[in-house]
């Protein structure tokens, strides 16, 4: 029998009828499950959206999948259409907001400035954003 990862076996979450990969040590999984408080703005069963606790931006929130994935590379390799799901959660928030326009972007590692480790897209706008990044 193929082995389970750790944190299926001590963590099995079940939404929507089935089974879904949660890391207990995840601060992001740990607002998917509630234990830890978030500024939700949208949710639905691949996809969670809540306000950046240290926003950037007027507009910032960060769009994460509902199944724990390191980055957005995993989760392009785990699950495209989750992975498009993103995109459109980040357009809709935008259309809702009337943002005049927008930036979407992942960090990757920890030398891109990636500091929590469940892929996150996240989505800045309500000012001009310069160019290039810092
Ligand atoms: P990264 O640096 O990994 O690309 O982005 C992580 C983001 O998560 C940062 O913008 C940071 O402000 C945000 N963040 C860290 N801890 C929390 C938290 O407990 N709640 C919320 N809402 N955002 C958080
Ligand atoms: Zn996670």
Request: hydrophobic share 40%.
């Amino acid at each position: 029998m193929q082995e389970l990862p750790q944190f299926q076996l001590s963590a099995p979450s079940y939404r929507y009828g089935k089974e879904v990969s949660l890391d207990p040590t995840c601060l992001f999984c740990k607002i998917i499950e509630g234990e830890i408080p978030a500024d939700i703005v949208f949710r639905n069963e691949n996809v969670l959206a809540f306000n950046d606790i240290a926003p950037q931006a007027p507009t910032h929130i960060l769009i994460i999948p509902t199944l724990h994935v390191e980055n957005g590379a995993e989760l392009a390799k785990a699950s495209s259409t989750i992975t498009a799901e993103l995109f459109k959660v980040a357009e809709q928030l935008s259309s809702e907001r009337g943002l005049g326009g927008y930036r979407t972007l992942f960090n990757t590692g920890a030398e891109a400035g990636q500091s929590v480790f469940h892929a996150h897209m996240h989505l800045l706008g309500g000012r001009p954003l310069a160019w290039p990044p810092g």
